[in-house]
């Protein structure tokens, strides 16, 4: 028993925990595990389950495991999928854990928190039921205190329901793109000890323009309520917020403030405090501060609680992002995580640190990415923690997507989203619907949600100036989809083709985001989804039976999809109103309706070649070849042996200052042999695009050319490239010459 005692002990003080109390039992680890298609604990635990995770992690396998799982041979066209289109039996899923609480706790309250947990969650302690909640994406939490064993073993008994069972009234949750909804307690569990007056909630609010950051406490009250006429329904209470730089531990201010905390009850206080000296969160420099609150009453520490921050600023001012005060642009993609989760492959690396180091931080600097939109579903609380520490931004989307929830659950979900994400400098745009409308959600629950963080920026989705009301259309998010979609008839498709690399092309999505005064943030681009065996997905089937036929090989299109999506960043980059460009997808089910880019084992995050390429399309400062393709596109006639080439050079810098370089063209035969090139120097200025008129004669030999622009700023020794494919003269076929 005595080293049961020490080790618990122990880990209370060794926590990989964000946010934590000070007094705190971590409990994530191997936890017992089984499933029963009754509401009633299984008779005997024959399995293990690691925590956090979801359901299909357990061992042995659950019996539906082949079921969610599958591996198709072959792709087939579908759009859609119900919710409740099920092939598998809903069952109720267990865990159970026995853990020794030390002596040293008897007297405190007791709080077992689950960060996430979905889906309808139920817990009981020693036999002591302590009921159930829908939140699928906010913290459960039970004051358990009543039914501990102090010096002895306690059980502690989790019941997860499956996903077709989620309350009517519960916020979101429906994606048409999924088709297995696996249930599980999926971000840390612990238990975390204080007196009668605990830190329920703090948010951190920065300013940095004013050197100051707003911290509100929301405070839980464990004193019973008033009973009898007299008795204190108050108590008076201090608190001490320290402020430290995270990283030396240096402090930098404090303040005391005093209030009143209402009994079995939350009570919210808030204060501004003054920064002396200010360090601020960027991509490039992620400063971090940490907050320390301790709650006192009779001066008796009751909570030491404590959480990061860091002091950034992040507006919107007409159709742009400012952080900082500095005009920034967004450059990334998308990672649906929760379509990830059915992925044959997922296994545990969603809470495998070093790899979601690699995927969040180390590949999209690579890529020139400084942002990332967590799409159709948010992510465990440490994806949030590495993206505060090594710098990146997040558009953090909540799973709204078809229309599921009640309004109050709605905005109790939504309310307590913010307060448990809003000190994460990484999220600077709360996203609250994906691609639909709700008049409740942005006309009324939005601008509360405004008071209660202002430091952000809030999408709500299709929403446009036109529904909703007058100063809260801040951003729109446009997905201009371009190529042959399966609700689009291909004999109406060929009459008006898209013309692939055209910079100049503008459709009525461009055009309505172009005249809308609002902030434009493309953040899905890329009707071109392959899975990492190179097969088209469930949506591009057409696609690429199209523009490759039906027996194109895995390099071929991977080929095609590299090339593509490099002229689809350049023609939505190079159109300066968009505020960001987001790319869809860096990450999702590999056999799903969509595809990402990796490619073989996805645990080792293998780019694609369309990766290597977005290393050049969304370089900061670049010169983009404004041509139509001429290879994949099947409307263009071959250009003349030897006749003029007259086009334009687009040059964009995302920069906060202009960019001198060198431009290189050069036309490539498909043997690699350069043919033709011209040196161009070129300054491109700040924000706007600039037009650089080249002309260019062709070879006398019909052929398949590649058309180079090779753009070396200075101070830079490698260059970045744009490509266009030529045809020259009439030739039974055409070769082009491939850059690896």
């Keep these: 028993m005595k080293h049961h005692l020490v080790f618990i002990f122990l880990i209370a003080f060794s926590l990989p925990l964000g946010a934590q109390h000070k007094e705190t039992i971590n409990l994530n680890g191997t936890w017992q595990f089984e499933q029963t298609k009754k509401a009633f604990p299984p008779e005997k635990f024959t399995r293990t389950i690691p925590v956090p995770g979801l359901i299909h992690m357990a061992e042995p396998k659950i019996g539906d495991y082949e079921k969610f799982f599958k591996r198709p041979e072959k792709t087939s066209l579908e759009t859609t999928h119900s919710l409740y289109d099920i092939d598998y039996t809903p069952k109720y ?83 048409k793109e999924k088709e297995h909804y696996l249930p599980g307690i999926w971000d840390d569990v612990f238990l975390s000890f204080s007196k009668k007056i605990r830190v329920n909630r703090l948010l951190l609010l920065p300013n940095l323009e004013e050197k100051e950051v707003t911290a509100k406490v929301r405070m839980r009250n464990f004193y019973p309520a008033q009973i009898g006429y007299g008795d204190k ?77 860091g002091m950034r600023d992040f507006t919107r001012k007409g159709k742009y992002f400012y952080l900082n005060g500095k005009k920034t642009f967004l450059r990334g993609s998308n990672i649906t995580l929760h379509r990830f989760f059915e992925d044959p492959d997922c296994d545990e690396l969603v809470w495998d640190r070093e790899w979601v180091k690699k995927l969040l931080i180390d590949h999209p600097k690579k890529m020139h990415w400084n942002a990332m939109r967590i799409c159709v579903g948010i992510v465990p609380d440490f994806w949030y923690d590495i993206a505060d520490k090594h710098g990146i931004m997040f558009q953090n989307e909540w799973l709204y997507w078809q229309d599921h929830g009640w309004d109050r659950q709605i905005r109790k979900e939504y309310t307590d989203w913010v307060w448990t994400d809003g000190n994460h400098p990484s999220i600077v745009i709360w996203d609250a619907i994906n691609e639909n409308w709700n008049d409740y959600i942005g006309n009324q629950l939005i ?163 369309t990766m290597h390429w977005f290393q050049h399309a969304f370089a900061p400062a670049a010169v983009f070849i404004n041509l139509t393709d001429e290879r994949y596109t099947k409307f263009k006639s071959p250009h003349e042996p030897g006749s003029l080439l007259n086009f334009n050079l687009a040059g964009v810098n995302d920069r906060r200052k202009p960019v001198k370089g060198t431009t290189v063209i050069k036309m490539l035969n498909h043997n690699g042999e350069t043919v033709k090139e011209k040196t161009v120097n070129v300054e491109l200025p700040v924000d706007i695009l600039k037009d650089i008129p080249v002309a260019v004669n062709l070879p006398d030999k019909p052929g398949g050319y590649l058309l180079v622009a090779e753009f070396t700023p200075e101070n830079q020794s490698k260059p970045i490239i744009s490509r266009r494919y030529i045809k020259v003269g009439e030739s039974e076929e055409y070769l082009f010459y491939e850059i690896e």
């Design 93 to 175: 899923s267990w865990y159970r854990k026995k853990v020794v609480i030390p002596e040293a706790y008897k007297g405190k309250e007791a709080v077992l928190t689950l960060l996430k947990s979905k889906y309808v969650t139920q817990i009981v302690v020693n036999g002591h039921d302590f009921g159930t909640s829908m939140e699928c994406y906010t913290p459960v939490e039970a004051n358990i205190t009543r039914a501990l064993k102090y010096g002895q073993e306690n059980e502690i008994l989790i019941r997860v329901g499956d996903r077709t069972w989620l309350p009517s009234q519960a916020a979101g949750s429906t994606d």
């Design 447 to 609: 601008p509360d949600l405004m008071e209660l963080d202002p430091t952000r920026i809030w999408d709500a989705g299709y929403m446009t100036a036109e529904q909703l009301k007058e100063g809260l259309d801040e951003m729109d998010e446009p997905h201009p989809y371009e190529g042959p979609r399966p609700w689009v008839d291909m004999e109406e498709f060929k009459k008006d083709p898209y013309p692939l690399g055209n910079l100049d092309y503008r459709n009525q999505t461009n055009i309505k985001s172009i005249e809308s005064g609002a902030a434009q943030l493309v953040n899905e681009y890329g009707w071109i989804w392959l899975w990492r065996n190179g097969k088209p997905a469930k949506l591009t089937v057409d696609v690429y039976d199209y523009y490759l036929g039906e027996n194109a090989t895995p390099e071929e299109r991977r080929k095609l999809q590299a090339y593509w999506l490099q002229l689809e960043t350049e023609w939505l980059r190079s159109m300066r109103q968009h505020a960001g460009v987001l790319s869809f997808c860096y990450l999702t089910n590999n056999y799903g309706f969509t595809g990402d880019w990796f490619i073989n084992d996805v645990a080792k995050l293998e780019p694609g070649p």
């Design 233 to 309: 329904m108050e108590d008076s209470i201090s608190l001490n917020i320290d402020i430290f730089e995270k990283k030396s531990g240096e402090q930098v201010t404090s303040k005391t403030i005093k209030g009143i905390s209402k009994r079995d009850n939350l009570s919210v206080l808030k204060t501004t405090i003054n920064m002396p000296r200010v360090n601020a969160w960027t991509p490039e420099n992620p400063f971090l501060y940490e907050a320390k609150v301790e709650v006192v009453k009779d001066d008796t520490i009751n909570d030491v609680y404590s959480d990061h921050f």
